[in-house]
């Protein structure tokens, strides 16, 4: 379907059968699609190798230079040895950390979100639209703006640097998109579906339970990945919120890096930085097409 | 209005269609009815009122009217602070928008593998922008980095290092957004193009009209929802800027890339000044209630419109 509109565009020739010829537009479009490509991916390579390579390596700066003798001990320092000031663990603390905060994190935010959505979708009560309205103006308030009074109100209870206080920080921030996520997801099934389950009898509970949650799958699957990768990568709340026990791993990494003492280490510096991609670069790669849907819906709202 | 809809969940609904107040529907969005209230409501309320007021390490309700805002703008860290996000904002915006448009009307000429460019596109958004900040670091670091790897090859009087100056820092600052964020610009603009019907084309090409003016005149004012959502993930992503600048420069060299949510976060945090910092946060509120009064104006001129040529 998309094909034929592109063709149409003058660059692909004639209607038909696809032009075998290459002409120079052709040719300056896959230059212009390579060069951007390079782009994108340089930063990752230089990555990449300069965590393969040794200190010496390192210091002759050739950063695009394959290592001459790679080796996988910076990742092995990364990961165990590498010192955040005084404190000579690696990143394996802060991974623990962030799996700590993000799995619950995720489950909780999606369980909310979800009820929310069908809520809003199938039993609206009156002021429900307020507070769906609310929740849609939220996704647009910088968190900056809010963490304050949060902080005050965490304190009161005593949850301010806990790992249940991020974790309930993740969940109101997560809540806007995906409960617009779900409410949209919702609201595109036919309602005859609701109907039913309505006509034999089920409640709100086990009409969700019974018939909704079975067919959420996809969005399910969506609302995962947006959230792990989003808790993951996040570093603002876990810098606030978590407290000295509970760092995240960006944030320490962040911190490993910054505060070296002596000659730097760049190599694992790299190896620390690819380790804390690694999480939502798998979940990229191997959910493909699936991001992208995640990113679409979250576009929507538009 | 809104007092008449928060009553209304526990008042009887005056029933045109008489029906039962779904409590287990209540009762299962709590949770939203909690955070939404508490937190993008009364919480902006306390931080728009402690801002007015001269709390310190704690916050209290002394009121001393303008002087926070006062002192904000006379400080010359928040003024450098607006500079540079103003400056970085419209840099990122105008070269995200361009670029994004580009890779999408570059992508949607028929491309043989196009499912690897996308890859390659957008995989830097599932990084997290301290990786971003950390990685681009490292390829600006004037030692031993891009700059010295070229003057490595023979051109020696190559000079890239624009993190350790204060002219520069914030370019550095743009292409690492660039790069992490236009893969998405792309992907939505990709969207937009294709939802384009495919008859414009075909007249615009019977009446000679150039590709390029077909793509300006025609196109683009067709995809206006495409980017409108751009350009709205890309303002409140732009007034969010912290962790990018945080992981790249700290806020330096000096204090050449200081940003407002920084200074917030560093007044509330760090230097813990309460007042100032609700006063600097609830500027960082004001852009985003503007975007959306005037998104909401827009959508509601163009309902009326649509509704006047139906």
């Given amino acids: 379907m998309t094909a034929e509109a592109l063709d149409a565009t003058g660059f692909a020739g004639p209607h038909g059968a696809k032009p075998k010829q290459l002409s120079w537009g052709r040719v300056g479009i896959y230059a212009f699609l390579v060069i951007a490509a390079l782009f994108f991916l340089v930063p990752l390579y230089v990555m990449l190798v300069t965590s393969l390579k040794s200190m010496p390596e390192v210091r002759e700066a050739h950063i695009f230079n394959l290592p001459r003798e790679p080796t996988i001990q910076p990742w092995i320092d990364a990961m165990f040895n590498a010192c955040t000031g005084r404190n000579c663990t690696g990143l394996s603390p802060g991974f623990w950390n962030s799996v700590k905060i993000t799995v619950p994190s995720v489950i909780v935010s999606i369980i909310i979100a979800s009820i929310n959505g069908y809520a809003l979708s199938f039993w609206k009560y009156k002021g429900a639209e307020f507070f769906f309205n609310l929740l849609v103006f939220g996704a647009f308030v910088p968190y900056q703006v809010v963490i304050y009074p949060i902080i005050i109100g965490m304190s009161k209870v005593h949850l301010f640097g806990t790992l249940p206080g991020i974790i309930i920080v993740h969940t109101i921030f997560g809540m806007p998109l995906l409960t617009i996520l779900f409410r949209n997801f919702y609201s595109s099934l036919p309602i005859e579906i609701f109907k039913a389950a309505r006509i034999d009898g089920a409640g709100f509970w086990q009409t969700f339970f019974k018939v909704m949650l079975p067919m959420s799958v996809p969005i399910t699957v969506v609302a995962v990945i947006l959230q792990v990768t989003g808790i993951w990568n996040d570093f603002l709340f876990g810098l606030v919120f978590a407290g000295t026990e509970n760092i995240p791993m960006t944030l320490q990494l962040n911190n490993m890096v910054k505060t070296t003492q002596g000659t730097i280490q760049y190599d694992v510096n790299m190896a620390a930085t690819m380790l804390t991609a690694l999480v939502p670069l798998i979940i990229y790669f191997v959910s493909g097409k699936w991001f992208v849907r995640g990113i679409a819906a979250g576009a929507v709202k538009g | ?310």
């Fill in chain 2, 1 to 310: 209005m809104t007092d008449v809809a928060t009553t209304a969940i526990a008042v009887e609904a005056p029933a045109r269609r008489k029906r039962r107040i779904p409590y287990a529907a209540i009762i299962g969005t709590l949770p939203m009815i909690i955070v939404s209230f508490s937190v993008f409501f009364v919480a902006i309320i306390f931080v728009v009122i402690w801002s007015f007021t001269n709390s310190g390490m704690f916050p209290g309700f002394n009121f001393v009217g303008l002087a926070q805002y006062t002192r904000l703008w006379s400080t010359s860290l928040w003024q450098v602070a607006v500079n540079n996000i103003w400056f970085f904002g419209v840099m990122s915006l105008c070269v995200n928008l361009v670029f994004g448009f580009l890779l999408a009307v570059f992508m949607d000429q028929n491309i043989k593998h196009e499912s690897v460019f996308r890859t390659i596109f957008l995989y830097p958004f599932s990084m997290s922008l301290v990786v971003t900040g950390l990685a681009w670091q490292w390829i600006l670091d004037p030692n031993l980095g891009l700059q010295e790897s070229i003057r490595n090859l023979g051109w020696t009087d190559f000079a890239l290092a624009p993190l350790v100056h204060r002219e520069t820092a914030i370019y550095g600052l743009v292409v690492a957004g660039i790069w992490q964020g236009s893969g998405v610009t792309m992907a939505i603009m990709l969207a937009g193009l294709r939802g384009v019907d495919q008859e414009v084309w075909k007249a615009a090409k019977i009446d000679g009209i150039p590709t390029w003016r077909t793509y300006l005149f025609i196109v683009i004012p067709m995809m206006r929802g495409a980017l409108g959502t751009v350009l709205l993930l890309q303002l409140t992503g732009i007034v969010r800027t912290f962790d990018l600048v945080y992981a790249m420069t700290s806020g330096g060299p000096g204090i050449a890339t200081q940003m407002p949510a920084m200074y917030v976060i560093s007044f509330i945090t760090v230097r813990l000044n309460v007042g100032q910092g609700m006063a600097a946060a609830t500027m960082l509120l004001l852009p985003i209630a503007l975007i959306l009064i005037i998104r909401a104006i827009v959508t509601t001129v163009q309902a009326r419109r649509r509704g006047i040529n139906a």
